[in-house]
């Protein structure tokens, strides 16, 4: 069937939801997963359960092999596998590891192969009899991520072989992996379930690079053809109003009685040790309790609809911050981390899983990024066909409008185009965001979280190191 995706049709529910404080504690998770599974048709989730069961780990091929010479050069592509993804060429030695690995993992190639034809992708919270708040935090099966650097690796494999089309086919599977994962409804969770995305995205600009396909914007649309079954705002809304009743509740609990969720103490002692040895002043400080018996007092002195009153102020003060354009938003993020810790603060179980806010700060930023790779692809994918159609580059963006991009391509972190500059040749561009620091570097490309320079999508920032080099 190779690539015709069979797209299911979407349900939601007519009932309006109840009162997160009228769902029992032992009745939360079923609810959630029944709120969470919106959409009819086969389940993904079943193929990409049997491609991690049956997932080899390059690093095995290494413990099993007899070759020290071969050994050491399955350690040296474990250690630098994620250049792999944008990486344009293969050692002689470490192309027979990547074969072997990829051979290996043929079941878990094919389980991917149906999965990612599916639309609809529910990856049910486990743990009917647990606290909600405890099973939500691993309701997101990170081992799938490892499945995207194995598609990028499968991708990149089919490129340097030049079968080019099922290179860039490997790519649209890394997207719907991604929408798949943000079918979710836990927004914390979602700035990690968007790694694929900006991954593919990475890779899809590497396979242009490298081989321009005329049919590239049908790729596009073929990747994305999932966007629209994403989880809904309110549906995350509502979980995450059940998680937040779920905790607090539970809080209480055991500042009644400490045997009660033993593990609520030893998770604010731990992480007591590790703020304190650590981590700057942020929000994991902002617990201003320093013993446990001061934190059971505080909460046993606050009820537990106090706490969530709390809880909604926080809401709204995110709310109002990303209701602001991301570049400005950005700029104020010191001050808006300031007042939500001290809001938070006034909430005594609330502060102690301060950490919580760092889900909300990061996915709020990976967010935008993730919408930067989307807007550098579309970005990139316009250029190319302005000049098929024209014959030359244009000579800026605000050329692409209205034929080749129904709106100007903006850079999340400044509010203003992308930088592109055509080479005085015409032969190439460049194409770039002023990123975290939101100055332009002049094109120094500096990918990571810190803030320190640009990010670099045009040409492609092949990260490159020595020992991948034929």
Not at 303 to 315: G, I, P
Not at 323 to 339: E, G, T, V
Request: aromatic share 8%; net charge negative.
């Amino acid at each position: 069937m190779g690539l015709a995706f069979i797209l299911a049709a979407v349900t939601l529910s007519a009932e309006p939801a109840p009162a997160a404080g009228t769902i029992p504690p032992e009745k939360r998770v079923d609810y959630v997963n029944r709120s969470a599974d919106r959409l009819k048709g086969p389940n993904a989730w079943k193929h990409y359960r049997r491609a991690d069961d049956a997932f080899v780990w390059i690093g095995e091929l290494a413990d099993e092999a007899d070759d020290a010479d071969w050994a050491n050069a399955v350690r040296e592509v474990e250690m630098n596998s994620h250049v792999l993804e944008t990486a344009p060429a293969w050692s002689e030695a470490h192309a027979e590891v990547i074969e072997d690995w990829l051979t290996a993992n043929e079941k878990v190639l094919k389980a991917i192969k149906k999965a990612t034809r599916y639309t609809r992708c529910h990856v049910p919270v486990d743990g009917r009899n647990e606290r909600f708040h405890r099973v939500a935090n691993t309701a997101i099966p990170t081992e799938l991520l490892y499945l995207s650097t194995l598609m990028a690796i499968k991708a990149n494999d089919c490129a340097r072989r030049g079968r080019w089309k099922e290179a860039y086919q490997w790519n649209v599977r890394m997207h719907r992996l991604s929408s798949h994962l943000q079918q979710l409804p836990f927004r914390g969770k979602h700035g990690m379930a968007t790694r694929p995305e900006r991954e593919a995205a990475a890779l899809f600009l590497a396979l242009l690079g490298r081989h321009y396909r005329d049919d590239a914007p049908k790729f596009l649309e073929r990747a994305r053809a999932l966007d629209e079954h994403r989880c809904p705002d309110a549906v995350i809304d509502e979980v995450e109003a059940l998680r937040a009743r779920d905790y607090v509740e539970a809080c209480h609990e055991w500042a009644e009685d400490s045997t009660r969720h033993p593990d609520l103490g030893e998770s604010f002692s731990s992480r007591r040790a590790w703020d304190n040895s650590r981590l700057p002043q942020n929000v994991y400080r902002a617990s201003p309790h320093t013993s446990l018996d001061d934190l059971r007092t505080a909460i046993r002195n606050n009820s537990v609809e106090q706490e969530l009153a709390v809880a909604k102020k926080l809401d709204v003060l995110r709310s109002e911050w990303n209701a602001r354009p991301f570049h400005q938003a950005w700029k104020q993020r010191d001050a808006f981390l300031a007042s939500y810790c001290e809001t938070m603060q006034t909430a005594p179980g609330l502060s102690a899983e301060g950490c919580s806010f760092i889900d909300t700060y990061q996915a709020a930023m990976y967010r935008e990024l993730t919408n930067l790779h989307r807007t550098a692809v579309d970005c990139v994918v316009a250029i190319h066909e302005f000049r098929k159609a024209n014959g030359h580059l244009p000579k800026s963006l605000a050329d692409l409008v209205p034929d080749f991009a129904k709106t100007p391509h903006i850079d999340s972190f400044s509010g203003k185009p992308l930088i592109y500059h055509a080479t005085s040749d015409g032969d190439d561009f460049t194409l770039h965001s002023v990123y975290l620091n939101q100055v332009d570097n002049g094109g120094l490309h500096a990918p990571g979280v810190e803030p320190g320079g640009d990010f670099v999508f045009w040409p492609p920032p092949l990260r490159k190191i020595t020992a991948l080099e034929p």
